[in-house]
């Protein structure tokens, strides 16, 4: 089973960046497996953020987010990012790394966009 761990969460302000990133351990098979971000906000349903293939040649956005974040990968160093510019209100939620063919979930990581 896989284990996944978030970091790089915070407090920005609007219009403001972070970067988060997720470590896979235990991840033999890290590299055939698409890998994604979810988000949940309070009082709302997680919503897929955004995925990115084990090769990295199909990936996929919310349209809230289009143009906005970009989803990569680090096959070596088994790790996803988020990277998160133009900050919105809307996008305060916590943020998980998942492996949806697996269903494995990280613990999640607080993301907080306000002045």
Known sequence: Q???VES???LVQPGGSLRLSCVASRSNLFTTYTMAWH???PG???ELVASVSGDSRIITYADSVK???TISRDNAKNTIYLQMNSL???DTAVYYCTQPFTDAWGQGT???VSS
């Open 2 to 4: 896989v284990q996944l």
């Open 39 to 41: 988000r949940q906000a």
């Open 44 to 46: 709302k349903q997680r």
């Open 110 to 112: 607080q993301v907080t």
């Open 67 to 69: 143009g906005r974040f």
């Open 88 to 90: 919105k209100p809307e």
């Open 8 to 10: 790089g969460g915070a």
